[in-house]
């Protein structure tokens, strides 16, 4: 096991736990909001949230992604110097980008409307949301500042920040705007300018991380220092342009997925005689399902940070063996991670849904668990491509697949297969974006994966867990008579099942538990005990 592998381990799961939190508290927020607003707004609410995503992609993930890489590369020859500079730079770039994009969502709200044929009371989200914009790209700055260096503490404490803050101002702001008796759009907009509230807090905190700990990090660095030439902003800004065009549209596939089904289904469904009141509300339940799946989808975001540097480390060092160990351990790591979490929300699609929103949109939430596995890894190998230098590649994929979605849905909507066509063509999207990916990553590098440790262990593990979930849910409900009992204690059963088919088989191995507190002993014991491979 070595050092740059658990790092990468460490970072990934550092990010995954702490995204799986702040998830938990995106729920929070967003659960009591439908109750709150009703099935119609919530609806309109998902459908301006994924516009919004796009919109701050580059400066949320894309464009930090690039920094990050740029920044990682500098380290792995020890060039802190330039690492610094590159940050400084940037920090102007992205805080007149954020700037421009914030202004664009103020100025452009109505030519906005009018493309996605919205009703016009949509406006007052896109202003509560225009105010983080500019907020997001400084705090994404800093982020890359420590991703590079493979410092994931900050962006997971961002992370949860940020989703409770979300709650907190969020649910406060819409109460109060209730008891003031505050028409429904004005309500939904005050909800929206809470998330920009959060950003702002959640960007504060990460500045003054980075004043306690730079002057540390900076002192560490200065003894191993090499002097390199420096960097100019003009070469920062062209290097910046140069990468973070196609990085961004790569890492942008989940919002790219939701803003083509925002800009098609208003518009197809009412092609079929639908109302925009009616197509809301159906829109409402799809939003819900995306709320449950977007907390196990941290995953995939967790991974493609964690696995950028790492890679460019590896790459700027010349070290082949280490970037087809890091390839094989990134998907090993999203199958391990990314089936489970599939395989439990299709079979409990149903029970969820119940307990948290006393919906039955059982359908939706079931094929969105199917993309699920297939967002993990097509996001794990954007990033692997990305750190390895191919980032147009990625970029061109996303292309494809977004040409393939776009027909699926036009076609699909329309149909008697409605919203749920809109999911079936995100299933194609990202099976095309995993397959265009991989065909690349394999003939770049040649990589042959065991397939024993990477596909079949994982594979049965989430197969077993599966058949005893729905056999423990069957069981439970018809002694206990209760929903939110029975779907609970399933699911921890679940998880219980799935790590221990994982020992059983030894599917763990030393790199996959480098993230716990004394590792080494753990490890040591598990050994022992014949539980994972000596």
């Known amino acids: 096991m070595n050092s740059q592998s658990t790092k990468f381990v460490k970072g990934a799961m550092i990010l995954s736990i702490a995204g799986l939190i702040a998830k938990v508290f995106s729920a929070i927020y967003r659960i009591p909001l439908s ?6 707004v919530f609806g309109d609410y998902t459908a301006v949230y994924g516009i919004y995503g796009l919109l701050i992609s580059p400066v949320l993930v894309g464009i930090p992604n690039a920094l990050t890489k740029m920044v990682s590369e500098r380290i792995a020859v020890n060039d802190y110097d330039n690492a610094h500079k590159i940050y400084r730079h940037a920090m102007v770039i992205l805080g007149c980008l954020g700037f421009l994009i914030s202004l664009f969502m103020i100025l452009g709200v109505d030519w906005i409307i009018a493309t996605t044929e ?9 202003y509560g949301f225009s105010v983080s914009v500019m907020f997001i790209a400084i705090a994404g700055v800093y982020k890359s500042y420590f991703q590079g260096r493979e410092i994931m503490v900050p962006t997971a404490l961002t992370q949860i920040i940020e989703n409770i803050s979300k709650a907190i101002f969020g649910l406060g702001i819409i109460y109060l705007l209730i008891k003031l008796e505050q028409d429904s759009a004005i309500v939904i907009g005050g909800a929206a300018f809470g998330v920009s509230l959060a950003f702002i807090l959640s960007t504060l905190y990460i500045v003054r991380y980075y004043m306690k700990h730079t002057k540390k990090i900076h002192t560490e660095e200065s003894k191993v220092a090499k002097r390199y030439k420096e960097v100019t902003f003009g070469q920062v800004g062209k290097q910046l342009a140069k990468l973070a065009i196609p990085i961004s549209l790569a890492t942008a596939a989940y919002s790219v997925m939701n803003f083509i089904d925002t ?8 092609a079929i005689g639908f109302s925009k009141e009616q197509v809301s509300h159906m829109y409402g339940f799809m939003g819900k399902a995306l709320t449950i799946i977007n907390v196990p989808l941290t995953i995939s975001l967790a991974l493609m940070i964690s696995i950028l540097p790492a890679i460019s480390t590896a790459m700027v060092q010349k070290n082949k063996q280490e970037v087809r160990n890091k390839i ?4 090993r790591l999203s199958l391990l991670l990314g089936l489970p979490a599939a395989t439990g929300i299709i079979i409990l699609a149903n029970p969820i849904m119940t307990m948290i929103f006393r919906v039955k949109a059982n359908d939706y939430l079931q094929l969105f668990g199917i993309c699920l596995v297939l ?16 980032y147009l590649y990625p970029a061109m994929a996303l292309l494809v697949s977004v040409g393939i979605k776009y027909a699926i849905n036009y076609h699909l909507i329309a149909s008697d297969f409605q919203l749920r066509g809109a999911i079936i063509g995100s299933i194609c999207y990202y099976v095309v974006f995993v397959s265009l990916n991989y065909w690349k990553l394999k003939k770049e590098t040649g990589v042959i994966l065991d397939k024993t440790s990477v596909f079949v262990k994982p594979i049965l593990a989430s197969v077993i867990m599966g058949i005893s979930v729905f056999f423990i849910y069957k069981g439970t409900i018809g002694i206990l008579h209760s929903n939110l009992i029975a779907t609970v204690l399933t ?5 219980i099942i799935y790590f221990i088919v994982l020992f059983a088989t030894k599917a763990l191995q030393e790199e996959d538990l480098s993230f716990l507190p004394n590792h080494t002993k753990v490890i040591a014991k598990l050994k022992k005990l014949g539980l994972i491979k000596k």
């Open 35 to 40: 109750y709150l607003v009703g099935n119609d």
């Open 375 to 390: 967002m993990i890894i097509g996001q794990t190998l954007a990033g692997i491509l990305q750190g390895m230098g191919k």
């Open 263 to 270: 800009i098609t289904i208003f518009k197809r469904m009412q």
């Open 491 to 495: 699911i921890i059963s679940g998880m």
């Open 328 to 331: 094989s351990l990134g998907i």
């Open 118 to 126: 919205w009703p016009s009371s949509n406006r007052y989200m896109i």
